[in-house]
């Protein structure tokens, strides 16, 4: 049973920057496709970004170019850079990891945008 284990959430002023790591248990190139995900309350989770195992990517629309994500196979684990963060990012990212007809969830880390 693989794991994922999502860090680096937290609170950030309108603006700023932060990192989001989701670290595997076991090979991160096993996935076919990691994605990151996020629930604001109230609302349905939807797809940030995702990285297949060919290093393609993909992108909410109202986040292309401020956020990036990407991969370091030595540590098993998949970044998402968010810069210029605004106040709607407001939610719990979850990372998320296909492997044949499996997926594998982390906890998630909640991220606030707030002054």
């Known amino acids: 049973q693989a794991h994922l284990v999502e860090s680096g959430g937290g609170l950030v002023q309108p603006g700023g920057s932060l990192t989001l790591s989701c670290a595997a248990s076991e090979n991160i190139l096993s996935f076919s496709v990691i994605h990151w995900y996020r629930q604001a309350p109230g609302e349905q989770r939807r797809v940030v970004a995702l990285?297949?195992?060919?290093?393609?990517?993909n992108y909410m629309v109202s986040v292309k170019g401020r956020f990036t994500i990407s991969r370091d196979n030595a540590k098993n684990t998949v970044y998402l850079q968010m810069n210029s963060l605004k106040p709607e990012a407001t939610a719990v990212y979850s990372c998320n990891g296909s492997r044949g007809p499996n997926d594998y969830w982390g906890q998630g880390t909640q991220v606030t945008v707030s002054l």
């Open positions: 990285i297949t195992r060919e290093d393609i990517t």
